[in-house]
């Protein structure tokens, strides 16, 4: 099964976690010829050591990871603090958007969070079904922010799911 994979994503919940736990591994991986991407979630800067910068470990992650042949591109590190990746609500794809991305986050989602408050939001254009089982009433204001956000994808401009008349339509109906 491992043999057969072309593009592998390991998740340490800090740096360290995933040299630790399968450093071997990623770099077998890597020799055979594997694209591995490596996302740490948090640098622990409150339990580095005295005498250490704080952001030490941004910087041994990097080299740690290099050694296993990691490039540089492929390691994304994030600085949530430790044990604080819990959330009173989260927001994930509904879980039944089609898309093969949204449904991974969803799905992990919903297995990371499962003791938390969890709704799924909707991207119609991917959703055969949705249950409506939560609204936000939006005033004004703030449908006229999301579409000010929208337009600074420049990119994804021509897209119908973007305009005014698509979000306002949207709101009107939900």
């Not at 948090?42 to 910068?53: H, I, K, N, Q, R």
């Not at 119609?124 to 249950?131: A, E, K, P, R, V």
């Not at 999301?146 to 401009?157: F, T």
Request: proline residues 3%; contains cysteine.
């Amino acid at each position: 099964m491992i043999g057969n994979c072309k593009n592998v994503l390991v998740l340490a919940p800090h740096t360290d976690d995933g040299e630790l736990g399968l450093g071997g591994t990623i770099n077998k991986l890597i020799t055979e010829g594997k694209r591995v991407t490596y996302v740490a979630f948090s640098t622990a800067e409150e339990s580095v050591p005295p005498g250490f910068p704080k952001d030490i470990l941004k910087t041994e992650v990097r080299n740690a990871t290099a050694k296993l042949g990691i490039k540089s591109e492929n390691l994304i590190i994030y600085s949530y603090q430790v044990r604080k990746l819990n959330y009173d609500l989260v927001f994930i794809p509904s879980l039944h958007d089609i898309h093969q991305d949204h449904t991974t986050i969803a799905q992990e989602g919903v297995r990371a969070f499962k003791n938390t408050t969890i709704l799924g939001y909707e991207l119609i254009w991917n959703n055969l079904s949705f249950d409506t089982q939560c609204f936000v009433r939006l005033q004004e204001d703030d449908i006229k922010a999301k579409i000010m956000a929208l337009k600074e994808y420049h990119s994804q401009g021509k897209r119908d799911y973007l305009s005014d008349e698509f979000i306002y339509s949207l709101a009107k109906t939900r």
